[in-house]
């Protein structure tokens, strides 16, 4: 999704100064173009050599001596993207109101592209009513803003204000770079994981699903505005504290927490692997071994299928279906049984990998997607957001 984009990062003086050469090297990897505008400030807290040698091009610190005439409107120019990070209060400050007094700050007045700004301070700094009326004007302005994490600041002080992961800034960059805030104010239910149904305090029925789709599903959605619930049972990744998040570990749960969520939602897209069955009877103590062992498992409710019946005009489902074969056909079945507006068939073939392969179905239009998952998490929201955008529930 980077590939020979070209970004120009700045980095402003604020001790999360040094984070920004990992985001550099995460850039490059990605295969971006970087160019590197370093303040004086920030000079001062990381040697611009380090940005220099990274992104193997020159980094510019100010508007004076460089080796392009007029750089804060060449690198304007030039970049398909700004992303400031770490931002300080003061640069927040300069760019709302206009300021150009150095490399940075003029470069934003020439600025004519997407620009992601990543602020980090003092929680205090951070809420200061002049911080909070600034990144509102920038916002109005259609800037995006990174909201900073929460957690101990360097300076202290425990609260909001901390430099968040920078793969997590990687992925805001790459939405981005090609899309608005489409989904504002949408309200969309996502559902992720592999539910587990308990044999005994020790065993249990589960699946190989790691809930990697159904988080990065709902990460796209957060950055495309939405107000997002994900209801996850168990998955193998963080999953980021930037949107409501409710467990559910079993069928039972996912179907009672469904219930409550789904009224309010304009879209679900249930992609949690949700168990068929479970055992008949749950045994409080562990089950001795022997040499044979016979459980009876009963189905469970079939969550999808509940959800559909008490879908509401205006209300769009996509389903997912795991399948091993026959699956397009086995995909376009369930979704013309549950009465799904899409569904995503998935080859189990790479179930529990960091590459998905699926088909993307709505009506009679098929289309197969294969990539990483967050990729692919964006093109299937692509393929939903022409009928989420104009719809009114």
């Known amino acids: 999704m980077l590939e020979n984009r070209k970004i120009l990062l700045a980095v402003s003086g604020g001790i999360a100064a040094y984070k920004a050469i990992e985001l550099c090297s995460m850039l490059k990897k990605s295969r971006a173009e970087v160019k590197v505008i370093c303040t004086e400030n920030a000079s001062q807290f990381v040697n611009p050599l380090s940005f220099e040698v990274i992104s193997q091009n020159k980094v510019y610190t100010t508007l004076w001596g460089n080796d392009i005439p007029i750089p804060h409107i060449e690198l304007a120019d030039w970049a398909n993207m700004i992303v400031i990070a770490p931002a300080t209060a003061n640069v927040i400050a300069k760019i709302a109101q206009g300021i150009g007094d150095d490399l940075l700050s003029s470069t934003m007045l020439a600025a004519h592209t997407p620009v992601l700004i990543i602020p980090a301070m003092n929680i205090n700094m ?3 009513p002049a911080t909070r009326a600034n990144i509102a004007i920038l916002r109005e302005r259609g800037v995006f803003f990174m909201e900073p994490e929460e957690g101990l ?18 992925y805001h960059i790459m939405i981005y770079l090609q899309h608005e805030l489409a989904w504002k104010g949408k309200k969309v239910l996502i559902t992720a994981g592999a539910c587990r149904e308990d044999i005994d305090p020790m065993r249990f029925i589960t699946n190989h699903s790691t809930g990697k789709m159904g988080i990065a599903l709902a990460r796209a959605a957060h950055i495309m505005g939405a107000e997002v619930t994900l209801i996850a049972a168990h998955v193998t990744e963080e999953i980021p504290e930037y949107f409501k998040t409710i467990r559910a570990f079993n069928a039972y ?21 949700v168990s068929d069955y479970t055992p008949a009877e749950y045994h409080k103590e562990k089950i001795k071994k022997n040499e044979d062992l016979t459980l009876k498992l009963v189905r469970t409710h079939d969550v999808l299928a509940n959800l559909s019946r008490i879908k509401q005009p205006g209300q769009l489902i996509c389903g997912f279906a795991a399948e091993s074969e ?50 692919v998490a964006v093109q299937i929201l692509d393929f939903i957001s022409p009928d989420i955008i104009r719809n009114e529930k």
């Not at 600041?153 to 990687?170: F, H, M, S, T």
């Not at 996912?254 to 949690?272: H, V």
């Not at 979704?335 to 799904?340: E, F, M, P, S, V």
């Open 126 to 128: 951070y809420n200061n």
């Open 153 to 170: 600041l360097a300076c202290g002080y425990k609260g909001k204000g901390r430099y968040p992961l920078n793969q997590e800034i990687l």
């Open 253 to 273: 749960e996912m179907l009672a927490e469904c219930k409550k969520e789904f009224p309010g939602s304009e879209l679900l897209i249930m992609n949690a692997a």
């Open 326 to 375: 026959n699956i397009i056909a086995n995909g376009k079945a369930k979704l013309q049984a549950k009465n799904l507006d899409y569904i995503v068939a998935n080859d189990l073939g790479v179930a529990g990998s960091n590459i998905t392969s699926c088909t993307f179905i709505k009506n009679e239009d098929e289309f197969a997607l294969i990539g990483p998952k967050f990729p």
